[in-house]
């Protein structure tokens, strides 16, 4: 979760430093810190609170200097403070660490070097490998990092700089991710691509148990065997500009209103000749081989396994399951040769979803990731990989990237549906245009913000509040409830509508909000009655569905209209104005709605 920066060029660490982590705190973070080698010296500043905090206190601080390394903290180990955060140091202050991830021996390291008597400055993880670097240094950085990483277990990003050595920056990764930059006599480290954007678009992702030496001159990569190895150069495709607010207020809303391009754009790139084209992820033999399909996910992204579930039951009358990801591999899945296991992840590198995918390719699984990341963990460790056009999405609660994840999983279905004869061509052709559709449709229900500012101005106050659907709807319901538990700190549940009457409508009272997804034709006629239920008991009705539904309209205390479509497809046009719902109301309170609090954007911790 964390964000990690490091430099080593030409005298401008400082700056670099601090830029890269303004671009890494979508990430969540509750301190900041930097540290440099100045005059044969190590000087290590750190602040509590926002990133703010840090540079205000830096601007009368002469930090010019050639090498360095920043990170941004999101707790797991120790309260947010000063001395917790990054980065951490040995005794005489000779080496400087940042670490991303958790070292999970680190209690019997502490205290196993608290007997050799080391004194622990911070209550971290992160701490015991500063002490344990200065406990294996015999004056060689790298064989102090080698004999380190034989000790600790866990997760861990790591960048590490020694006093003794003002012209090199070592990183090493596991489970977390690293990426280096590919500067002009210069290069960098970052936990996350724009942390370096401004600066280069060529890159090394490094791979589980690499060591890299770096200095401003040459990049040395070593695999976890210390052989050396040459990993090959991605060039980002996307800019800086498009990973900045663009002159929006915040990067959620600019991210709302970019899903008709970014779902036209992963239209495009699997649809070819009017029909969606897999063939380079599953091979006719392996698509007759699967007799069930796993949508294993967390978060945001599950929801979207869970409209990839309809999709498949529905179109591809496939077998399929979604199963949350942190709890998959102790759930004794069973999984076989015959089994299709997908794994959705905006960043590519949730550690709970990494673990799963590891566990379903041990039991035999053919492993399908879908991610937005190009060269992430996750994408990397998958037998083949699925690749949405979401573009950088920066805001810590998920809008595009859900919505391109929904399409890529609908047009898989209908992919897998037309090799099984499910679907012939002429209903392939039909479902394409309907997808096509969605975009335009998403822009009429994008021009009733002003219609919807007014409904979150009812929600500002409230405290509790509920979402309810049928069928599809209810995946809709437990996705806007969590958007708006997310940034507006409402607590919101989502039940399925015929489920209230069993236990929870006694928190009904008046007054109490209820967001009703109405979209299921075959099931309208029974939401509409346990909408009934609801308003005998004061609840205040806020209802999405089909413009030209008047009697859900009439049931409703607030009502908005999208246009229509087939049930099927509908969740991907049901879910904006719940995404808008909860923004104008996280703006209604004045909470920073792209980095809510205890948040991160990439969950790279179990």
């Known amino acids: 979760m964390c964000g990690i920066v490091g430099y080593v060029g030409q005298g401008r660490a400082k ?38 905090n840090l540079e205000d206190h830096l601007k009368n601080v002469e930090l010019k200097s050639n090498i ?13 403070s000063d001395r917790n955060s990054h980065p951490h140091y040995n005794k005489d202050k000779s080496i400087a660490v940042v670490h991303n991830g958790i070292i999970e021996n680190y209690s019997s390291i502490k205290k196993d070097l608290q007997e050799k008597g080391y004194v622990f400055e911070s209550d971290t993880d992160t701490e015991v490998v500063a002490h344990l670097l200065d406990y294996f240094y015999e004056g060689d950085l790298f064989n102090a990092v080698i004999k380190m990483l034989e000790v600790v277990k866990g997760s861990y990003a790591l960048g590490i700089i020694h006093k003794d050595f003002p012209n090199e920056l070592i990183c090493t990764r596991k489970d977390s991710p690293l990426v280096i930059g590919i500067g002009n006599n210069e290069n960098f480290i ?46 980002i495709e996307w800019d800086y500009e498009q990973a900045t607010k663009g002159g929006y207020p915040h990067f959620m809303i600019k991210e709302i209103l970019e899903q008709p391009k970014s779902i036209e754009e992963t239209l ?13 992820i599953l091979t006719d033999e392996e698509i007759k081989k699967i007799n069930m399909v796993h949508i294993v996910a967390c978060g945001t992204a599950y929801h979207a396994g869970l409209q990839g579930q309809f999709a498949l039951r529905t179109l591809a009358k496939t077998n399929s399951y979604v199963e ?23 960043s590519g590198e949730t550690l709970d979803t990494l673990a799963a995918l590891k566990e379903a390719k041990a039991r035999g699984a053919k492993t399908v990731a879908i991610t937005n990341v190009v060269g992430s963990t996750i994408s990397r460790e998958a037998d083949r990989t699925i690749y949405t056009m979401a573009g950088p999405e920066i805001a810590v609660a998920s809008t595009k990237a859900y919505t391109t994840q929904v399409i890529m999983l609908q047009l898989l279905a209908i992919y897998l549906a037309e090799k099984k004869c499910v679907m012939n061509k002429e209903e ?22 002003e219609e919807i500012k007014p409904i979150a101005e009812t929600l500002k106050n409230k405290v509790n509040g509920f979402y309810i659907g049928r069928g599809l709807d209810f995946s809709i319901a437990l996705e806007g409830s969590l958007k708006m538990k997310e940034i507006s700190y409402i607590h919101t549940e989502a039940f399925p509508a015929g489920e209230l009457k069993h236990g929870s409508i006694a928190l009904i009272e008046p007054g109490t909000p209820v967001v009703v997804v109405g979209m299921q034709s075959n099931l309208l006629e029974k939401t509409i009655s346990n909408i009934k239920e ?27 209209g999208i246009q229509d ?16 719902l909860s923004y104008y109301t996280s703006i209604s309170k004045g909470i920073d709605v792209d980095k809510p609090r205890n948040l991160a954007k990439s969950v790279t911790v179990e």
């Open 534 to 560: 609801l308003k005998a008991r004061g609840a205040y009705i806020i209802s999405v569905g089909r413009e030209n539904d008047h009697e859900l309209k009439s049931v409703s205390d607030n009502f908005i």
């Open 68 to 80: 360095g390394i920043g990170h941004t903290r999101w707790a797991t180990h120790g309260e947010p």
């Open 15 to 52: 700056t670099v430093i601090l830029e890269g982590l303004e671009k890494l705190e979508y990430r969540g973070y509750d301190s900041a810190g930097i540290a440099v080698i100045k005059d044969s010296e190590i000087i290590i500043e750190k602040k509590k609170g926002r990133l703010q």
């Open 324 to 346: 949350i990801a942190s709890e998959y591999r102790y759930m004794n899945p069973f999984v076989d040769e015959s089994t299709l296991a997908i794994f959705v992840s905006q």
């Open 190 to 235: 970052a936990s996350d691509v724009p942390a370096i954007l401004k600066y280069t678009k060529n890159v090394h992702f490094l791979e589980d148990g690499d060591i890299a030496r770096i200095s401003a001159e040459s990049i040395k990569i070593f695999d976890k065997t210390l052989t050396p190895v040459e990993r090959e150069v991605k060039v």
């Open 565 to 580: 479509i087939e049930d099927v497809f509908s969740g991907v046009l049901s879910i904006i104005p719940l995404q808008l």
């Open 268 to 280: 495009n790139r699997r649809v070819k000749d009017g029909a969606p084209d897999f063939s380079d």
């Open 428 to 449: 392939v052709a039909k479902a394409i245009n309907t997808l096509y559709s969605i975009p335009k449709k998403i822009e009429f229900t994008l021009n009733k913000i």
